[in-house]
């Protein structure tokens, strides 16, 4: 038992750093209104180019939260980095886990904006796991996993939104 | 570039921004799974949820931010936002009425941008918060 929790702790360790890949994605209209009538915007901004000129916008901007959902959107397959990293790190740590049993939750989100995303962008990230340990809670062993995502501008390389991502697995 | 909605000067610390209220339903669920791209079975299929021993299918995490992040926009304005943060406390439920509470925290200056700072909550009819968190925002 002692041997198994010290090979997961050493996986834990060992996917720090690790790239959790890179991806582009094109922001599209359609998309952005039908994610900020999701979320019961009322706002005219998301809708119509003419509001979002009004209010200061280049084109139509994208609700705060979207850049947890663009990839489903406009993550268009021929456009993907051919050295995009084999794999990802998250599984690597949590695969195991999720196959003994147990409960994944997301415990946290973060964004940073560096400025708003709008309609048109063409927007490349890189990502990296930036933490993984374990804790003991109320008799459960709850596994911990944090990456960090980067959107920047592909054709200035300025950054745009930054995501954090905690994930957890808690125990059966 | 950025909605001009709340101006620095007539904020003060301790202000609190519309609250947003909204019974959650199964309609919810449904168009932010079609937004989102998560299809998780949990959050629409209440058969598969009853069957994982849910007593319901569930709101995703990503709903209840995204709605607490139309209550951050209509109030500081779209586009202002500079940070957004968020932990997950508790599920929330289908005919759940969820509330936000936010709270102007702090005002401040930094390389010349007029900051506020947000404490956020979202918390159903009972008062136990699903989302706390913070955010901040860059006014005009």
């Known amino acids: ?172 | 570039m950025g909605e001009k909605k709340l101006n620095f000067d007539a904020v003060a610390v301790g202000d609190e921004a519309p609250v947003i209220t909204h019974k959650l339903g199964r309609t919810d669920l449904v168009k932010y799974a079609g937004a989102s791209g998560d299809f998780n079975p949990m959050h629409h299929d209440e058969v598969a949820a009853k069957a994982a021993g849910q007593p319901s299918v569930f709101g995703h995490g990503m709903f209840s931010m995204g709605l607490l992040g139309t209550a951050l926009t209509d109030y500081v304005g779209v586009g202002n936002l500079t940070r957004y943060q968020v932990r997950f406390a508790r599920q929330t439920w289908p005919d759940e009425v969820l509330s936000s509470k936010i709270v102007v925290s702090a005002k401040r200056e930094e390389d010349g941008k007029k900051l506020i700072d947000l404490t956020i909550t979202l918390s159903n009819g009972d008062g136990e918060d699903k989302l706390v968190g913070e955010a901040t925002a860059v006014l005009p």
């Open chain 1, 1 to 172: 038992m002692a041997d198994g929790a010290e090979s997961q702790a050493d996986v834990l360790k060992g996917i720090i750093g690790q790239p959790t890949g890179k991806a582009k994605v094109v922001i599209e209209r359609g998309p952005v209104q039908h994610f900020a009538d999701a979320l019961l915007s009322t706002s005219p901004i998301y809708h119509d180019p003419g509001a979002a000129k009004a209010a200061g916008f280049d084109a139509i901007p994208a609700p705060p939260t979207y850049s947890f959902a663009f990839e489903f959107a406009g993550k268009f397959t021929e456009m993907q980095p051919a050295d995009a990293p084999k794999g990802n790190p998250l599984m690597t740590a949590m695969g195991p886990l999720i196959a003994g049993g147990g409960l994944i939750l997301h415990g946290e989100q973060e964004f940073i904006y560096h400025r708003p995303v709008l309609v048109g962008d063409v927007l490349v990230s890189e990502g990296k796991i930036t933490d993984a340990y374990q804790k003991e809670s109320k008799g459960k062993t709850m596994t911990f996993v944090v990456s960090e995502t980067n959107w920047s501008d592909e054709k200035t390389g300025d950054p745009v939104v930054t995501a954090r991502f905690n994930l957890i697995h808690r125990s059966a």
